[in-house]
């Protein structure tokens, strides 16, 4: 199963699997992601969710994001 997701991680764009990790792994605030990423609050949230779609994650604290 960690195998799987971690193939599913890498056939990401690389700005969904950055906001995916940082929101649902390292518990980041959104408004803190869309900063680093110099992206749109809406967009890192759709990011994410998009992520979690590709990926069938729910590993973050929430099941969806704040």
Excluded: K
Excluded at 18 to 23: G, I, K, P, R, T
Excluded at 32 to 43: C, F, G, N, T, V
Aim: with cysteine; hydrophobic share 50%.
């Amino acid at each position: 199963m960690r195998t799987a997701f971690a193939v599913a991680l890498r056939q990401l764009p690389p700005r969904e699997r950055a906001a995916l990790v940082l929101h649902d792994v390292l518990d980041w605030d959104l408004r803190d992601i869309a900063e680093l990423l110099d992206m749109r609050l809406d967009a890192v949230n759709c990011a994410v969710l998009r992520a979690r779609a590709a990926t069938g994650s729910g590993i973050g604290p929430e099941s969806s994001p704040r």
